[in-house]
C-alpha cells in the first residue's frame, strides 16, 4: 500500500499565500474528490504536490509513504509513483506520443528491463481503444493541434500506460462534452484497484455522477473545511459553496478569481 | 572575365566573417570511389570531382529527366545548361557568388520537363572531399517545368578531416504551375568554413515549399532568397539551425514579393549551443505592383547557454499598399512548462530537455520528405546536445 501524506500545507505563488493549512491522506484503494469554488487554490495543491517550481512551500510537509517529497525533483515523483492529469497540457512538435509514452515508461525501468516496441504498441492499442481514440494518435506530435477533450484522453491515455500508485486528476472533465465525459471517466474506473488512488479536483458534482469517490473533501480559503462521502456532493450541488460557508460560519469570501492567475504572471 | 576582387562582399548584417577568407578559393581536384550516403534511392550522389552514385528510373529518363553532374550537363547539353545557368543569381551579384561562378569545378544537373510528376523523392547529395587542404567549389542547377512536381532532399556533406572552404551555389527554377518541395540537410563538418548561395525563381502559380536545415559544424554563411516573380507564385521557407561549440552560422533569408498575389512566408527557429552564434536575418520585400502579395515572417531562436550569442532581425521593405505583411521575433530559453510536463511523466530532465528542444525545431522536422532524414536530424540533435554536458 502507499500512502500519500499532506500535513499542515502551506504554498505561496509570487509571494501570496494560497494554501494555508491542508491536510489530507489518500492511500492505494480510495477515490477522493476535492471541491470548492475558483480561487481557492485546488489547482495549486495539485501542482504542489507534483513539484511545479512556481509553487513554494512556506510549512508543512507532503510524505509519499515514508518520504518527504519536497527532497524529490518533478521527475523523481512521478518516478515514485504520482501521476498529474493536467488542466492544460503542453503540447510539443517534434516528438510523438508513442515516443513519449515509450519513453515515461521506461523511465521506471531499469536499463535491462525496457519496454520493447512490440510489448508497447500492443498495450498501447488495447488502452487506446478503450478510450476510442483513432490508431493515427500514436504517431502525431505530442497535443500538437489536439481539441480540448483530445488533450483530456490524452492525459488519461498516459495514466493507463504509465499505471501510477496515486493519480491527481485536475479538473479533467473541464471543456470535456458528456459523451467525452463517459470515455474518461471509463478510463478511471478502469483503473480502480487496490493498487491504485486517486485524488480528482473539480467545480461541479457531474464529474462524481461517473467516478464515485469514497471520500469528499470541500476547500475553501486553503484550507479543507469539510469531508464527507459521495452524498457531501449533492448536498454542494444543491447548496451551492456559500450554504456551506455560512453553516460552517467561516469568514470567507468568495471569488470568481483563480489563483492560478498569479502563475501567469510569475511566468511572464 | 568577371573580375570577382572588384565586387563588394554580401551583406551578412551582425555576422562578423571577414577573417573566415571565404575569397580566397583554391577548386579542389579530388576524386572518390564509392558512394557514402546513397544505397538504393532515387538520385544522384557526387563527390568531389566523381559521380560515386546515380539512379533514375527508366520511365523518369523516357519522359526526359536529365540528372547527371553539371560538369557532365555542360558537355553533353551545353545550350541548354547555359540557358538556364545565372538566371537565378547573376555571376556578378557579388564577390563570393562571381568567385564561385569562375572556379566552379563539381556540380548537380537536375532537369524536370513540363508535366511530369516525379513519384519518389529525389535525392541530390553532394559531398566536399576535404582529403587536402582545397576547397569545394560547386554548383547546382534545377529546373522544374511548367505543371511539374517533384520533392527533393538536397544534402552537403564533409568526407575527411583537412581545413578547408566551401562554396555552393545553388539555382531552382519553377516555372509555371510546378510544385517543388525542397528540403536541404547542410552537414558540412567542423574544419569547413562554407558560404552558400540558395535561391529559387517562382513563376506563375509555382510552389516552392523549402525546408533547410541547417546543421553543419563549421563557419558557415547561408543565403536563401526566392524570387516569388510569377502572378499567384507561393513560398513557405522554413529554416531549422543548430550551431554549437564555438562555430557561426549567419543566414539571410529573404522573400521577394514580384508577382500580384504572390505569397512569401519565412519561417525560422534556431537553437545555439555552448559558446556559438547563430544570426537570422529575415527579409521581406514587396516591389511596387506586386498588389495583393504577402510577405510574413516568423524567427525564433532558444539561447541554451550564457555563452551563446543569437539574433533574430526581421526586416520588411514594403513598396506597395494593397499588400499584408508581418514579422515576429524573439530570442527566448526553454520553455519551462514543457519540461514541466515531460517530468511530470517521470522524464529526467536531461531527456525531457532534449525533447523539448527538438520539439522546438518539430515544424522542420515534420517537414522532411524522408523517415531517414528525419531520423538523420534527430540523430544530429542528439549528438550536439551530447557535447553541452
Redesign the interface.
Given at each position: 500500500m502507499t500512502t500519500l501524506r499532506i500535513e499542515n500545507l502551506h504554498v505561496a505563488v509570487s509571494g501570496k499565500e494560497i494554501l494555508k493549512g491542508v491536510n489530507l491522506t489518500v492511500k492505494t484503494g480510495e477515490m477522493h474528490a476535492i471541491m470548492g469554488p475558483n480561487g481557492t487554490g485546488k489547482s495549486t495543491l495539485s501542482q504542489t504536490i507534483?513539484?511545479?517550481?512556481a509553487y513554494e512551500i512556506t510549512a508543512g510537509h507532503i510524505y509519499l509513504d515514508a518520504q518527504d517529497l519536497s527532497d524529490l525533483?518533478?521527475?523523481a515523483?512521478?518516478?515514485a509513483g504520482l501521476?498529474?492529469a493536467?488542466q492544460y497540457?503542453?503540447e510539443?512538435?517534434?516528438?510523438t506520443n508513442a515516443e513519449?509514452m515509450r519513453?515515461?515508461i521506461n523511465?521506471?525501468r531499469p536499463e535491462d528491463q525496457q519496454m520493447g516496441i512490440m510489448a508497447f504498441i500492443e498495450q498501447l492499442d488495447e488502452k487506446r481503444e478503450f478510450l476510442g481514440m483513432t490508431e493515427e494518435m500514436a504517431d502525431r506530435?505530442?497535443n500538437?493541434g489536439f481539441s480540448g477533450g483530445e488533450k483530456k484522453r490524452n492525459e488519461i491515455l498516459?495514466m493507463m500506460m504509465?499505471q501510477p500508485k496515486i493519480a491527481i486528476l485536475d479538473e479533467i472533465d473541464s471543456g470535456l462534452d458528456i459523451d467525452a465525459l463517459k470515455v474518461v471517466s471509463r478510463g478511471v474506473n478502469h483503473m480502480r484497484s487496490k493498487d491504485f488512488g486517486t485524488l480528482m479536483i473539480t467545480h461541479y458534482q457531474r464529474l462524481l455522477d461517473y467516478i464515485v469517490p469514497d471520500y469528499v473533501h470541500v476547500m475553501m480559503g486553503g484550507k479543507i473545511v469539510k469531508t464527507g462521502d459521495a452524498a457531501l456532493a449533492q448536498k454542494l450541488e444543491a447548496e451551492g459553496y456559500a450554504g456551506l460557508r455560512d453553516e460552517l460560519g467561516l469568514d470567507i469570501v468568495l471569488t470568481d478569481e483563480d489563483a492560478d492567475q498569479y502563475v501567469e504572471v510569475a511566468?511572464d | 572575365m568577371i573580375d570577382a576582387q572588384t565586387l563588394p562582399l554580401p551583406d551578412f548584417p551582425k555576422v562578423r566573417y571577414s577573417a573566415w577568407q571565404l575569397d580566397a578559393l583554391s577548386p579542389s581536384q579530388a576524386t572518390y570511389e564509392t558512394p557514402q550516403f546513397l544505397t538504393d534511392e532515387s538520385g544522384i550522389e557526387v563527390s568531389g570531382l566523381t559521380t560515386t552514385y546515380l539512379a533514375l528510373s527508366a520511365d523518369l529518363q523516357a519522359q526526359g529527366v536529365r540528372l547527371t553532374s553539371l560538369m557532365a550537363a555542360q558537355k553533353q547539353w551545353p545550350e541548354l545548361v547555359a540557358d538556364l545557368m545565372h538566371r537565378v543569381i547573376p555571376a556578378t551579384a557579388d564577390r563570393l557568388t562571381a568567385q564561385n561562378a569562375v572556379q566552379y569545378n563539381t556540380g548537380i544537373f537536375l532537369y524536370i520537363p513540363a508535366h511530369v510528376v516525379v513519384p519518389d523523392v529525389l535525392h541530390l547529395v553532394l559531398n566536399q572531399l576535404a582529403l587536402t587542404g582545397d576547397d569545394l567549389v560547386a554548383r547546382l542547377l534545377i529546373y522544374v517545368g511548367a505543371h511539374a512536381k517533384v520533392s527533393l532532399l538536397q544534402q552537403l556533406n564533409t568526407i575527411g578531416d583537412q581545413k578547408t572552404k566551401a562554396s555552393v551555389v545553388i539555382e531552382l527554377i519553377a516555372a509555371a504551375d510546378a510544385q517543388v518541395n525542397y528540403a536541404n540537410l547542410d552537414q558540412f563538418g567542423p574544419q569547413t568554413t562554407a558560404y552558400i548561395n540558395r535561391q529559387a525563381q517562382i513563376n506563375d502559380r509555382a510552389t516552392v515549399d523549402c525546408a533547410n536545415v541547417a546543421f553543419s559544424d563549421g563557419q558557415v554563411l547561408t543565403e536563401l532568397r526566392s524570387h516569388a516573380n510569377g502572378e499567384g507564385a507561393t513560398t513557405h521557407v522554413c529554416v531549422s539551425a543548430l550551431t554549437y561549440q564555438k562555430q557561426t552560422q549567419g543566414f539571410v533569408t529573404a522573400v521577394q514579393n514580384v508577382g500580384r498575389h504572390s505569397v512569401g512566408h519565412i519561417f525560422q527557429r534556431g537553437v545555439i549551443l555552448n559558446k556559438s552564434t547563430l544570426v537570422f536575418n529575415g527579409i521581406g520585400r514587396i516591389i511596387k505592383g506586386a498588389k495583393g502579395a504577402d510577405a510574413q515572417q516568423e524567427s525564433r531562436v532558444l539561447m541554451l547557454s550564457r555563452r551563446a550569442r543569437g539574433d533574430a532581425n526581421p526586416l520588411l521593405l514594403i513598396d506597395e499598399n494593397d499588400v499584408t505583411a508581418g514579422h515576429a521575433a524573439s530570442v527566448g530559453r526553454v520553455?519551462?512548462?514543457?519540461l514541466?510536463?515531460?517530468?511530470?511523466?517521470?522524464?529526467?530532465?536531461t531527456?525531457?530537455r532534449r525533447?523539448?528542444i527538438?520539439?522546438?525545431?518539430?515544424?522542420v522536422?515534420?517537414a522532411l520528405p524522408t523517415p531517414s532524414a528525419r531520423q538523420r536530424v534527430i540523430a544530429e540533435i542528439e549528438r550536439k546536445l551530447q557535447d553541452e554536458q
Open positions: 507534483m513539484g511545479h517550481p525533483p518533478v521527475d515523483r512521478a518516478r501521476f498529474l493536467m497540457p503542453s510539443i512538435q517534434g516528438v513519449f519513453a515515461a523511465a521506471r506530435y505530442l500538437a498516459q504509465i511566468h | 520553455d519551462e512548462q514543457q514541466y510536463y515531460l517530468m511530470s511523466r517521470g522524464l529526467s530532465q531527456v525531457a525533447l523539448v527538438r520539439g522546438f525545431l518539430g515544424d522536422l515534420a
